[in-house]
């Protein structure tokens, strides 16, 4: 890369050097997610992966892609940068956990104004801790300089990840029958949904005045509040499958819910959701009384402290939710199937 340099391109708004900058400073961060199936070079054009399938007859891959939204604007006010890339982890292997499937390997691309180095690396770095806590590799990305179509101080993250499981595993939702009881995972706050709404509730624009409004009853920011990273639930819900039947399994969302909820329904059932059996955080109910936002639009947008629900039979929810709280996460039995359609809260 020595000898790689562009003035006229540089004159035009892009930095080629910066790109290997970028790349020099986020190596150790991409090295400590390397799992054993990791092949080839940090910086080759493809990332390489060889999977274990050991144990596993007929292997099907999984794969999500996601980005945070419009969450990474809150980043950008606040400048700070090193969380967002786990959401963009979050965002995508919550989702393949849904059908049982184990990340394997994840890719991010970062679009940018400019490529301030430091900047980009922070970005990455959250990419990583967030493969480190989903269990899988960050074996590729990409950094591209937008100038003209963005600000210098804007970017926009995505990512994509990949997930293996054996056919028979499949969490099949033919099983579910009413009387199964519905397990709610804890969330950590917002997650990376609803943030349209949220800015809108806040008045969040060009400034960051507000995010640093002090927030006693959190004692924390509101900016604070509102960055807390996405739950990743790969871990907890992996170890939840291999000792408890699994039916279904849902990621709380945009649309919160009443969308979420019944794609892990069967045609001709619903859910009853009881909302006295888990606490709703502050900041959902501070959202809700600074926005003036009735309760059901609340649940049809935000996952109000629920992050991921879990479908099983009566008879083994207590050993889910005992299984879950120690794998270290909160859970609480918060409803169950019924026979109708959509969602009813209680």
């Not at 020099?24 to 400590?32: D, H, I």
């Amino acid at each position: 890369m020595k000898n790689s340099h562009s003035e006229s391109y540089k004159s035009a708004g892009v930095d080629v050097t910066a790109g290997y900058e970028s790349v020099k400073l986020m190596k150790s961060a991409v090295e400590r997610t390397y799992t054993k199936g990791v092949l080839g070079d940090f910086g080759s054009f493809g990332g390489m992966f060889m999977p274990d399938l050991g144990g596993i007859k007929e292997p099907v891959f999984v794969s999500g892609t996601d980005g945070v939204g419009t969450k990474i604007k809150l980043a950008m006010l606040l400048d700070r940068h090193d969380t967002i890339g786990i959401d963009a982890v979050a965002m995508c292997a919550n989702d393949i956990i849904c059908c049982g499937a184990k990340p394997l390997y994840f890719l991010d691309y970062i679009a940018c104004g400019k490529n301030i180095p430091g900047k980009t690396a922070s970005i990455v770095s959250g990419v990583a801790e967030g493969c480190v806590r989903a269990g899988c590799a960050l074996i590729g990305g990409e950094t591209a300089e937008h100038p003209g179509i963005m600000k210098a101080d804007e970017y926009d993250l995505a990512g994509f990840c990949t997930g293996v499981i054996d056919k028979s595993k499949i969490i099949d939702i033919s099983g579910v029958k009413e009387g199964d009881v519905i397990i709610g995972l804890a969330s950590s706050g917002v997650h990376s949904n609803g943030f349209s709404l949220v800015r809108k509730v806040f008045g969040i624009k060009n400034s960051r005045e507000v995010l640093d409004e002090f927030i006693p009853d959190e004692d924390k920011t509101l900016g604070e509040i509102l960055l807390t990273p996405t739950e990743i639930y790969v871990k907890p819900v992996l170890k939840l499958i291999s000792s408890v039947k699994v039916k279904g399994i849902s990621h709380i969302t945009g649309g919160g819910f009443f969308e979420n909820i019944p794609r892990c329904l069967p045609y001709g059932l619903g859910a009853k959701i009881n909302k006295s059996m888990f606490e709703i955080p502050f900041i959902f109910r501070y959202i809700q009384e600074k926005g003036g936002i009735p309760e059901r639009d609340m649940f049809n947008t935000f996952n109000m402290g629920i992050g991921m629900t879990c479908i099983v039979s009566a008879k083994k929810a207590d050993t889910a939710v005992k299984t879950l709280e120690k794998a270290g996460i909160s859970a609480f039995c918060i409803g169950e199937v019924v026979s109708g359609e959509g969602v009813v809260l209680i």
